[in-house]
């Protein structure tokens, strides 16, 4: 999707959901865009991955809960370790055993002020593909005294993904604040088929039973109160 027909659809939106529509479109199409996909790109490929700057936006609307993403955004933290392409900031660990990440070489996020950030959280929210992400998917029952074991131990959650801050994990997204950040019915679309997202995510195609699924993402939706402050 080109400049001009993105724009288009930022200002409808904005037009659509906003007061000071064009301020809040033009935060969208010349800041966010800089380093986020925010229409789904025509082409998936290697070459696309591997240059992004920031995680694709198109499905923020499906994926993120409004007011954790209104807080987020005047006040950033890190959520990917060596930012959304980890491996332009790995380097080896003294004893070379261990990758480590050069923090120099992570861009920090912009903060946003109050009324952009709402304006922008707003927009965002209304990125929601059909098909994606199935609503009601997550039964939002109790994961069970096994949940936690299935995400720490079992299905390797904790190897690519930090359970808690301070934890090692380099390559994905730290989940310790999953339950503030995203939808339960996100998680569970992701965790079923990340590649429908993204086809060339890291994230596996895990071959979790359906029950599994439904623990994990109950057991992260807890994952609430030990976001890093």
Same mark, same amino acid.
């Given at each position: ?13 904005? #037009? ?9 479109? %033009?935060?969208?199409?010349?800041q966010c865009v800089a380093c986020h996909a925010i229409a789904k790109p025509e082409k998936a490929s290697l070459e696309r991955i591997l240059e992004r700057k920031g995680p694709d936006l198109y499905y923020a609307g499906a994926k993120f809960n409004q007011e954790w993403l209104v ?14 392409? #980890? ?7 003294? @004893?070379?055993?261990? @990758?480590?990440? @050069? ?36 039964? &939002? ?9 299935? #995400? ?13 801050? &301070? %934890? ?10 999953? &339950?503030?950040?995203?939808?339960? %019915? ?6 079923? %088929?990340?590649?429908?997202? @993204? ?31």
């Amino acid at each position: 999707m080109n400049t001009t027909s993105l724009r288009a659809i930022l200002a409808a939106l904005a #037009f659509t959901l906003l007061p000071g529509a064009a301020h809040s479109a %033009d935060l969208l199409s010349q800041q966010c865009v800089a380093c986020h996909a925010i229409a789904k790109p025509e082409k998936a490929s290697l070459e696309r991955i591997l240059e992004r700057k920031g995680p694709d936006l198109y499905y923020a609307g499906a994926k993120f809960n409004q007011e954790w993403l209104v807080a987020w955004l005047q006040n950033p933290t890190t959520i990917r370790p060596g930012g959304a392409m #980890f491996l332009h900031a790995v380097k080896a660990g003294a @004893d070379r055993a261990v @990758d480590t990440i @050069d923090a120099a070489k992570v861009a920090p996020h912009p903060k946003l002020s109050a009324a952009d950030a709402k304006a922008a959280a707003e927009l965002l929210m209304a990125l929601k593909p059909d098909g994606l992400v199935t609503p009601g998917a997550h039964k &939002g029952e109790p994961g069970g005294s096994m949940a936690s074991m299935l #995400f720490s131990k079992l299905r390797g959650c904790t190897s690519c993904h930090a359970a808690k801050p &301070g %934890d090692a994990p380099l390559s994905g997204p730290e989940l310790y604040s999953a &339950g503030a950040r995203l939808q339960p %019915d996100f998680m569970l679309a992701y965790m079923k %088929d990340p590649q429908r997202f @993204d086809p060339h995510t890291w994230m596996p195609t895990l071959g979790l039973t359906d029950a599994d699924m439904q623990k994990l993402t109950s057991y992260m939706s807890t994952l609430k109160n030990q976001e890093k402050k």
